[in-house]
């Protein structure tokens, strides 16, 4: 089982729909989680960063984080062609003192 | 503030040959931390420095990489002799509080072993 799951994609939603990306983890440990947009060439960049249970908002972005479940979200509102990149599920685990990266999930917003 | 600085941004070199990949972070801050990414793969974790001492080398591959971070400031990866599988992109990252921060990366070195 991986430390931290995502579904590669690509997954394509039309110019403002919800794009909606999943991630699942495997250590109940797990402290804090983060969403980071990777674009094409480039190095990756946080975006958003959760750690209670709920959700988080921020503009169009929201993180969603069910401990129990082991399972964090992102949904993106009114996604734009410029959403389109990957996005990186991340998380903390501070028994490891180090964050493990999902696959990441290949988001692509068609005008 | 300026970011996390990589270079060199693209190496190709030779199998049996030495490359040396430098990270400086951002200023003040104590963690740092390399990883590497495989083509189709996750991004992995490498090692992680807290000021100038190694605090988890677990994701070194092999004997053959060997990372510095003399003063606690920047840091240097060395690769010596390179395989091809060794190639990917190397970044660097670094943060004051992981917990509350995340990291900020680097632009990364995309390595290309021949």
């Known amino acids: 089982q991986k430390e931290v799951e995502q579904n590669s994609g690509p997954l394509s939603v039309p110019e403002g729909a919800i794009a909606s990306l999943n991630c699942t983890y495997s250590d109940r440990g797990s402290q804090s989680f983060f969403w980071y947009r990777q674009y094409s060439g480039k190095s990756p960049e946080l975006i958003m960063s959760?750690?209670?249970?709920g959700d988080k908002e921020d503009g169009r972005f929201t993180a969603q984080l069910n401990k129990a479940s082991q399972y964090v979200s992102l949904l993106i509102r009114d996604s734009q062609p410029s959403d389109s990149a990957t996005y990186l599920c991340?998380?903390?685990?501070?028994?490891?003192?180090?964050?493990?990266f999902g696959i990441g999930t290949k988001l692509q917003v068609i005008p | 503030e300026a970011g996390v600085t990589q270079f060199p941004s693209h190496s190709v070199i030779e199998k049996g040959q030495t490359v040396t990949l430098r990270c400086d972070p951002i200023s003040g801050h104590d963690n740092l931390y390399w990883y590497r990414r495989v083509m189709g793969k996750e991004i992995k974790f490498l090692l992680h420095f807290v000021k100038e001492s190694k605090q988890d080398e677990s994701g070194m591959p092999n004997n053959r990489f060997l990372a510095e971070r003399t003063g606690g400031t920047y840091s240097t990866l060395k690769v010596q002799p390179a395989e091809l599988e060794d190639s990917g992109v190397y970044f660097c990252?670094?943060?004051?509080?992981?917990?509350?921060?995340?990291?900020?990366f680097g632009s990364g070195t995309r390595l290309t072993v021949v």
């Open positions: 959760i750690y209670s249970n």
């Open positions: 991340a998380v903390f685990s501070g028994g490891y003192q180090k964050v493990t």
């Open positions: 990252a670094s943060s004051q509080s992981i917990v509350n921060y995340g990291y900020t």
